[in-house]
């Protein structure tokens, strides 16, 4: 591959990385049905390449309905953006009976942890390296990233603000499942939640972390193989 010159297209930076002496909570959802909006809520983070650097976006979706709650940029993985994302959709869209994420320090900080157990929250998290214990953001990652980051080529954290804000209300709010028997995660969600009670739905404002219109982090520099 050095002869011929092929190099990696994109960088493959960790986004899960467990920090020693953080509590690791059990997974909660093997052989669990969930049928209804609330019931279980998950994050992830991903890393997006934007201009000459990247950035790092956390989102927490209801995993019934499939639908984005809210959703933080940021340019260093520091467990705060992961917390506003959090305090955001608890604030706006009530509270599940269980929350699930991977092992990552942010997920695992006491900030983090703290913020659910206070808000009576039941922790879960995945096996080590069991991505598909996840796998419903992670689909969500792929759209994203096809459909808006790889396709738009966004040029910095402006750039990809407008557009993520864009992509992301159109998931919510235009684009039926066939998995939700053709309705739109909204939809859904909406069936199963007194909205009035939580708040409107559909009005998902960024709140954009240490990300705006860069400086977004370097590329790391690649070897070839």
Known sequence: MRKMGIAALGPKLRTTKPAPGHKIFTYLLREKTIDRANQVWAADITYLPIGRGFLYLVAIIDWASRAVLSWRLSNTMDAGFCVSALEEAL?????????????????????FTGTLATAGVAISMDGRGRWMD??????????LKYEAIYLKGYADGREA??????????YNTGRPHQALGYRTPMAVWRGGINCETHGSAV??????????????????QHQAA
Request: hydrophobic content about 40%; glycine content about 6%.
């Open 91 to 111: 604030a706006r869209h009530g509270k599940p009976e269980i929350f699930n994420t991977d092992q990552g320090s942010q997920f695992t900080s006491a900030a």
């Open 203 to 220: 009005d998902m404002a960024l709140r954009l972390d240490k990300a705006y219109a860069l400086p977004t982090s370097p590329q790391p």
């Open 134 to 143: 996840n796998v419903f953001i992670e689909r969500l990652w792929r759209s």
């Open 161 to 170: 603000k407008a557009g993520i804000a864009e992509w992301i209300a159109f």
